[in-house]
């Protein structure tokens, strides 16, 4: 009798997080982000300290710039080796062969690794409220679980673009190579282009930040920088016009923003995936 | 079983099936025959829906495009191209696929005994030999206990004591009712596990009874008949009455015969009282 949908995403999803947890690059990019993240909390602590600045909030601000690197390199590269790899070594072909569709697959993955990620990035940033507390600081519970519900919301659009990168290579090298070329375009160019297409056709700042929310990783800062500090004043003219212009609706469109980054990439995946060759 | 009408597959502007239809019946067993790059193993993936073909591909009744998951239910799969999850254990793996067909956890162990692997459940996949592969691979192709097997080379990466060995599982498999298909370059194989071959070359797909394959591919053949020196003259009289186009050869006589008449020109030179001291075929006509 052939197996529910559910029950064969659930068994690949589990091989899913079994072969991430066994793949020494994320075991490394999670080790990698729970020691940058532990050693900005002890860092922030002593700066606290001294200056009598609140721990949690400066925690949380060094470990914004530590997301934006980290972690859409980890689920761009961990997507993006996902289903390219599988179809290089000829494993995709074996696992098609069974009483499984395209999208299971599809969905399976997704699901394994989107768990596995957010499972090192809880160990993360549990490392740095533990430390924090420890060391006789306070932790904004309301702030921390806001960064946290971002940073996951980042790591999934990150994963399912890696994702939709995988479904359209044929060699999981090229994969790796494009995923990396994304990072650098949102992560780095997109900032500096954004800057530099502002200045140079001297866009109005609407359409700036309209620009600016369509880079999951933008919409990631300014939502990270409104939980953690209250304000998006940090943020120059295009953070102050953001809040007059969507007040309370500012946290709702920056969360729908990275979802549908998600959802769209991921949808986009499927379908490139459903036409794909097998080898 | 399986029913195939009017299949075309191309890749780009290569045509690699073009036009085939047969169909298979229960317990039956099929080859698909032809050189490499005939085609057999696009028509294994098409019954799998892993090329985009077109025509009509039933299996079981199912439609193998819009009803693929009952479809590949019913048919279990060895790839020649072996590809397994190398970093799991051999009962692992039966046990992760298991949970795909939606096969009792119970069977993997059960099926890694009938394929002689008992011993080797623990060991990682990566470090079981080819024949030992083959037959996991095999393992895994009855799980769920589907009713048709596909076959993709069964024995072409196999030695002849290994290939003899998969042979005979094939061959008790059949007896217990599996319908096979199987594509194969090898007319010996064909022989022992089918009932009949479709003969894919450059005249299209024929049908033909699997024992008759090596007669069609093969419908002369030129048989070395080593005799006494001084008999020479008189097996090339013999052979010549009975009607053989024979010439003389070193030490014996070479003889065109039909391929489904090998014995015949030994007969003869026997009821002539000349004795053959030894027999070789030659290659080529």
Redesign the interface.
């Known amino acids: ?3 529910s949908s559910p ?2 995403v659930v ?2 999803a589990r ?1 899913e997080v079994r072969d991430a947890l ?1 793949n020494r690059w994320f075991v490394m990019f999670a080790l990698a982000f729970a020691g940058l993240a532990l050693a900005l909390s002890r860092l922030s602590l002593g700066g606290a300290e001294a200056a009598g600045f609140a721990g949690f909030g400066r925690t949380a601000a060094s470990l914004i710039n530590l997301v934006i690197l980290v972690v859409p390199l980890m689920g761009l590269t961990l997507g993006a080796a996902s289903l390219a790899g599988e179809r290089e ?3 995709l ?9 395209r999208w299971q697959v599809l969905a399976g993955k997704y699901a394994g690794l989107a768990l596995a990620l957010c499972a090192a990035l809880a160990l993360g940033f549990g490392l740095a409220a533990a430390i924090v507390v420890a060391g006789g600081g306070a932790v904004a519970a309301a702030s921390l679980a806001a960064l946290v519900g971002l940073t996951m919301l980042l790591a999934l659009a990150s994963l399912a673009i890696g994702m939709l990168i995988s479904s359209l290579s044929r060699r999981s090298a090229a994969a790796s190579g494009t995923a990396l070329l994304v990072w650098l375009a949102l992560v780095f160019l997109g900032d500096l282009g954004l800057m530099g297409t502002a200045v140079a056709i001297r866009l109005d700042v609407g359409t700036l930040l309209v620009l600016a929310l369509a880079n999951p990783v933008e919409a990631f800062k300014v939502g990270a920088v409104q939980a953690v500090t209250g304000t998006l004043d940090g943020l120059g003219p295009a953070g102050t016009y953001a809040t007059r212009r969507l007040g309370v609706a500012l946290a709702p469109t920056l969360v729908a923003a990275l979802a549908a980054w998600a959802v769209l990439a991921l949808g986009a995946a499927a379908a490139a995936f459903q036409r794909g ?2 080898d | 079983m399986i029913d195939v009408r009017d299949l075309g597959v191309r890749f780009g502007a290569n045509r690699v099936v073009e036009g085939l239809s047969f169909a298979l019946h229960e317990g039956g067993s099929l080859a698909l025959w032809g050189v490499n790059g005939a085609g057999k193993t696009t028509v294994l993936r098409a019954l799998l829906d892993q090329v985009p073909y077109t025509g009509q591909v039933r299996v079981g009744g199912f439609d193998a495009h819009r009803q693929g998951r009952q479809a590949r239910a019913r048919l279990g799969y060895v790839p020649q191209q072996l590809a397994l999850y190398d970093d799991l254990s051999a009962l692992g793996l039966l046990r992760f696929v298991a949970g795909l067909r939606g096969a009792a956890d119970g069977q993997a162990a059960v099926l890694l005994q009938r394929m002689g692997l008992g011993d080797q459940a623990r060991k990682a996949v990566g470090a079981l030999s080819g024949g030992m592969k083959q037959r996991l691979a095999l393992a895994i192709a009855l799980l769920g206990d589907p009713p048709i097997l596909l076959l993709d080379e069964p024995t072409a990466s196999l030695d002849a004591a290994a290939r003899d060995d998969f042979s005979a599982l094939l061959l008790e498999l059949r007896a217990a009712g599996k319908t096979l298909l199987f594509t194969s370059h090898r007319v010996d194989e064909v022989a022992v596990l089918a009932d009949e071959a479709i003969v894919l070359d450059s005249q299209g797909a024929r049908r033909v009874e699997a024992r008759a394959l090596d007669a069609l591919l093969h419908p002369e053949v030129t048989l070395r008949l080593v005799v006494a020196e001084g008999a020479i003259g008189a097996a090339l009289a013999a052979l010549a009455h009975e009607g053989f186009d024979a010439r003389r050869n070193g030490h014996g006589v070479l003889v065109r015969v039909a391929a489904g008449n090998r014995a015949a020109p030994v007969s003869a030179l026997v009821q002539a009282d000349i004795a053959v001291h030894d027999l070789s075929l030659e290659a080529g006509p």
């Open positions: 009798m052939i197996p029950r064969v068994r690949l091989k066994r070594r000829g494993t072909a074996t696992l098609l062969a069974q009483p499984v569709t060759r097998l």
